[in-house]
């Protein structure tokens, strides 16, 4: 389902003419230097096809000829006509002689592999005079140095001339008539249902975020060990070349540099798009990422409504029908690992949204981020990593949170499909709020541990724990509600606010019963209540307005507990995300 559905999106985009895919057979890379040489094969001089100035410039991209299958991490397989500088020249940092050697000579003998008769070819002809008996002419360039230091791409191109040799008319009928020739394995494939090549090795997945390595796989049986009922290779699962060339490229595409279609959901890579053309691949980022600095916060409300009812007869980018997936890698030893996978409609997945965020409404401090990104919500169950080699660490306002893998692929499926959201969620959120409940920041002032974020993420998880036509927690302040978990949590803000008025108001007190007793009286009243009762006759004595106030709105809170039981023991996982609701609606109360 998800290789097919890849395949579609590619075969759209290249009907569209979409630019930046790889045409079968092709690769699309960046070469930052061209040879150029004429038909004797003389060198004439280096083009540096890069932009941009010192660390930050970027070469140009060109769609280059592929002859062999999978990557080379190991082995040695030279390109047609392009490759790195240490293939072309027999130069590299770090790399044994030997291997050089073995590089430069698999790269000539490839030329001749594809073209027995190679004097009959102007351009080949050229680059192989050159290869005879001109590299050293190069070295003088003032090039050479950078060249040999950093084994960039290198191709050619002949004077007077804009397309490269590898690309040129004479080298694409030499594959064509070498792929021909080649005795072809043809079966069923998987994806398209159709006869088709078989391809041996998957061609590799660039630069998965996060793996640390430049090629990935996902479907690939490169090693003996991974080999089932006597079939090698792609044999054991049947994929045709043109199909294993359409996912990869279109993954490769979707989650390119300057991608739309591409956000980081904890450790995985979440690429989206739609069976057809639809508005909502240009927004999906929007509405789950963070405004950039300096712009307002993104109405969510606004963009969900273009597609969560559409008038009949609405425009085909707007067709709440057309079908939309979402996907989420994560890089893993040995193949890639889907996190998660969604495929519904744009009309679905924009109701499940609208109501992710309908969950997470919640009054709002004053001095509080608004903005509810996924990955702010995660990471607001997280501790900050100060430990920067940590893999799967997530980025947020300008800190790293170490977040448990499977807890952000888990939250993000629960949005996707409107499946009440994990309880590991509401744990973690739970155990960090206790965790930070004595945090302070530069000037020693308290950090408030219940902030905008965790109160709204508690709120949501429970809203969906339960049925949502029943009056569960509500966004703000609600006196009828008489949970024991929701009352103690407004009561324990109400005689916080009393220490903090008694002392002279919240900025004259560095220190609040908050820091001492949070994880306490929202795990096991019993054991704090009794003794921030008796303390708050202290305060209260303290007072010289608004005393009256505070004991009327202590004595309506204790008069909706059940006084004849006491102070409960202690309180249930859902019920301490309702003390930290209570909590936090009671504060930001005005």
Same mark, same amino acid.
């Given at each position: 389902?998800?290789?097919?559905?890849?395949?579609?999106?590619?075969?759209?985009?290249?009907?569209?003419?979409?630019?930046?895919?790889?045409?079968?057979?092709?690769?699309?890379?960046?070469?930052?230097?061209?040879?150029?040489?004429?038909?004797?094969?003389?060198?004439?001089?280096?083009?540096?096809?890069?932009?941009?100035?010192?660390?930050?410039?970027?070469?140009?991209?060109?769609?280059?000829?592929?002859?062999?299958?999978?990557?080379?991490?190991?082995?040695?397989?030279?390109?047609?006509?392009?490759?790195?500088?240490?293939?072309?020249?027999?130069?590299?940092?770090?790399?044994?002689?030997?291997?050089?050697?073995?590089?430069?000579?698999?790269?000539?003998?490839?030329?001749?592999?594809?073209?027995?008769?190679?004097?009959?070819?102007?351009?080949?002809?050229?680059?192989?005079?050159?290869?005879?008996?001109?590299?050293?002419?190069?070295?003088?360039?003032?090039?050479?140095?950078?060249?040999?230091?950093?084994?960039?791409?290198?191709?050619?191109?002949?004077?007077?001339?804009?397309?490269?040799?590898?690309?040129?008319?004479?080298?694409?009928?030499?594959?064509?008539?070498?792929?021909?020739?080649?005795?072809?394995?043809?079966?069923?494939?998987?994806?398209?249902?159709?006869?088709?090549?078989?391809?041996?090795?998957?061609?590799?997945?660039?630069?998965?975020?996060?793996?640390?390595?430049?090629?990935?796989?996902?479907?690939?049986?490169?090693?003996?060990?991974?080999?089932?009922?006597?079939?090698?290779?792609?044999?054991?699962?049947?994929?045709?070349?043109?199909?294993?060339?359409?996912?990869?490229?279109?993954?490769?595409?979707?989650?390119?540099?300057?991608?739309?279609?591409?956000?980081?959901?904890?450790?995985?890579?979440?690429?989206?798009?739609?069976?057809?053309?639809?508005?909502?691949?240009?927004?999906?980022?929007?509405?789950?990422?963070?405004?950039?600095?300096?712009?307002?916060?993104?109405?969510?409300?606004?963009?969900?409504?273009?597609?969560?009812?559409?008038?009949?007869?609405?425009?085909?980018?707007?067709?709440?029908?057309?079908?939309?997936?979402?996907?989420?890698?994560?890089?893993?030893?040995?193949?890639?690992?889907? @996190?998660?996978?969604?495929?519904?409609?744009?009309?679905?997945?924009?109701?499940?949204?609208?109501?992710?965020?309908?969950?997470?409404?919640?009054?709002?401090?004053?001095?509080?981020?608004?903005?509810?990104?996924?990955?702010?919500?995660?990471?607001?169950?997280?501790?900050?990593?100060?430990? @920067?080699?940590?893999?799967?660490?997530?980025?947020?306002?300008?800190?790293?949170?170490?977040?448990?893998?499977?807890?952000?692929?888990?939250?993000?499926?629960?949005?996707?499909?409107?499946?009440?959201?994990?309880?590991?969620?509401?744990?973690?959120?739970?155990?960090?709020?206790?965790?930070?409940?004595?945090?302070?920041?530069?000037?020693?002032?308290?950090?408030?541990?219940?902030?905008?974020?965790?109160?709204?993420?508690?709120?949501?998880?429970?809203?969906?724990?339960?049925?949502?036509?029943?009056?569960?927690?509500?966004?703000?302040?609600?006196?009828?509600?008489?949970?024991?978990?929701?009352?103690?949590?407004?009561?324990?803000?109400?005689?916080?606010?009393?220490?903090?008025?008694?002392?002279?108001?919240?900025?004259?007190?560095?220190?609040?019963?908050?820091?001492?007793?949070?994880?306490?009286?929202?795990?096991?009243?019993?054991?704090?209540?009794?003794?921030?009762?008796?303390?708050?006759?202290?305060?209260?004595?303290?007072?010289?307005?608004?005393?009256?106030?505070?004991?009327?709105?202590?004595?309506?809170?204790?008069?909706?507990?059940?006084?004849?039981?006491?102070?409960?023991?202690?309180?249930?996982?859902?019920?301490?995300?309702?003390?930290?609701?209570?909590?936090?609606?009671?504060?930001?109360?005005?």
């Amino acid at each position: 389902m998800i290789l097919q559905a890849l395949t579609t999106y590619y075969n759209r985009m290249i009907e569209s003419g979409t630019s930046g895919l790889e045409p079968e057979g092709c690769r699309r890379v960046a070469i930052p230097f061209l040879i150029v040489i004429d038909s004797e094969g003389r060198f004439v001089g280096i083009d540096d096809t890069r932009t941009g100035e010192g660390k930050k410039k970027q070469a140009s991209y060109f769609i280059v000829p592929k002859i062999f299958e999978g990557s080379r991490t190991s082995n040695v397989k030279a390109n047609l006509l392009w490759d790195k500088a240490s293939y072309v020249f027999g130069v590299g940092p770090k790399t044994r002689q030997s291997r050089l050697t073995e590089q430069c000579k698999i790269f000539r003998n490839t030329i001749f592999e594809y073209f027995p008769a190679v004097e009959s070819v102007e351009p080949v002809n050229a680059v192989v005079k050159f290869l005879a008996n001109h590299t050293d002419d190069v070295h003088k360039h003032p090039r050479w140095e950078e060249i040999s230091t950093i084994d960039p791409n290198i191709a050619f191109r002949l004077d007077g001339q804009t397309e490269l040799i590898c690309n040129s008319k004479e080298v694409g009928e030499a594959i064509s008539m070498k792929t021909d020739s080649v005795k072809q394995d043809h079966r069923i494939c998987l994806i398209t249902g159709k006869l088709e090549q078989l391809v041996r090795l998957e061609n590799p997945i660039k630069g998965l975020r996060g793996s640390g390595k430049a090629e990935s796989h996902w479907v690939a049986f490169n090693e003996s060990a991974y080999w089932s009922y006597g079939r090698e290779r792609g044999a054991n699962a049947p994929i045709g070349k043109s199909a294993s060339v359409a996912y990869v490229n279109a993954f490769n595409y979707l989650q390119r540099k300057d991608s739309r279609q591409c956000l980081m959901v904890g450790d995985a890579t979440t690429i989206f798009w739609a069976e057809k053309k639809n508005v909502l691949e240009d927004v999906f980022a929007d509405i789950f990422g963070e405004p950039a600095k300096g712009e307002p916060e993104q109405d969510y409300k606004s963009l969900i409504a273009l597609f969560r009812s559409p008038e009949t007869g609405a425009k085909a980018e707007l067709d709440p029908s057309t079908r939309f997936f979402v996907l989420g890698l994560a890089p893993n030893a040995a193949r890639i690992a889907v @996190r998660f996978w969604y495929a519904g409609t744009v009309g679905d997945i924009a109701n499940n949204i609208g109501q992710h965020f309908d969950d997470l409404e919640m009054v709002k401090g004053q001095q509080e981020w608004h903005t509810l990104s996924i990955n702010g919500l995660l990471c607001s169950t997280a501790i900050e990593s100060r430990d @920067r080699s940590k893999k799967n660490l997530i980025y947020h306002h300008g800190k790293f949170f170490d977040v448990a893998p499977n807890l952000a692929g888990d939250t993000m499926k629960a949005i996707l499909t409107g499946t009440p959201y994990p309880q590991t969620l509401l744990a973690s959120v739970i155990r960090r709020i206790k965790a930070e409940q004595s945090r302070k920041d530069s000037k020693g002032k308290s950090v408030q541990n219940v902030n905008y974020t965790r109160a709204a993420l508690i709120k949501a998880v429970l809203t969906r724990f339960y049925k949502r036509n029943e009056k569960e927690v509500g966004m703000s302040l609600d006196t009828t509600n008489t949970n024991p978990g929701y009352l103690l949590g407004r009561l324990f803000a109400v005689l916080e606010k009393v220490q903090a008025e008694s002392s002279g108001g919240w900025g004259k007190i560095n220190t609040t019963i908050r820091d001492r007793f949070y994880g306490a009286a929202s795990s096991t009243p019993v054991t704090s209540f009794p003794h921030l009762m008796k303390l708050k006759n202290h305060h209260l004595a303290k007072l010289e307005k608004h005393k009256g106030y505070y004991e009327g709105l202590i004595g309506e809170i204790i008069d909706k507990l059940d006084v004849n039981k006491g102070f409960p023991t202690h309180l249930s996982l859902q019920d301490q995300g309702r003390f930290a609701i209570g909590y936090y609606h009671q504060r930001y109360t005005k």
